[in-house]
Nanobody, 127 residues
Framework: QVHLVESGGGLVQTGGSLRLACAVS????????MGWFRQAPGKEREYVVS????????DYVHSVEGRFTISRDNAKNTVYLQMNSLKPEDTAVYYC????????????????????WGQGTQVTVSS
């Protein structure tokens, strides 16, 4: 059984930073492409960023490019999301997800391509 547990959320002022972590247990995180999604109240869960198995390929939604950085430490079975220059519109519950790509170092973009999800961590950015 694969489990994902997010941590690092909290309340921060506009312009501040947070670092989210996603700890994976049950199987090596190197088996999966990983991603972060977020869901604000009353909105659909949206894609934020993804990283390939090797960490060599990443993809960001336009609204977070240049501010967020995804990374992975396969030895620690953990994926990170460094969030800088936070804005009130970044306020949401952030979810970590893992999926098995068809190709070795493929990026997964759709929530429907991810098999495993964490419980989410709240990020609130005050104006």
């Amino acid at each position: 059984q694969v489990h994902l547990v997010e941590s690092g959320g909290g309340l921060v002022q506009t312009g501040g930073s947070l670092r989210l972590a996603c700890a994976v247990s049950g199987r090596s995180v190197s088996s999966y492409a990983m991603g972060w999604f977020r869901q604000a109240p009353g909105k659909e869960r949206e894609y934020v960023v993804s990283i390939s198995r090797s960490g060599g390929r990443t993809d960001y939604v336009h609204s977070v490019e240049g501010r967020f950085t995804i990374s992975r430490d396969n030895a620690k079975n953990t994926v990170y999301l460094q969030m800088n220059s936070l804005k009130p519109e970044d306020t949401a519950v952030y979810y970590c997800a893992g999926g098995t790509p068809r190709l070795w170092d493929q990026i997964l973009y759709s929530r429907y391509e991810y098999n495993y999800w964490g419980q989410g961590t709240q990020v609130t950015v005050s104006s």
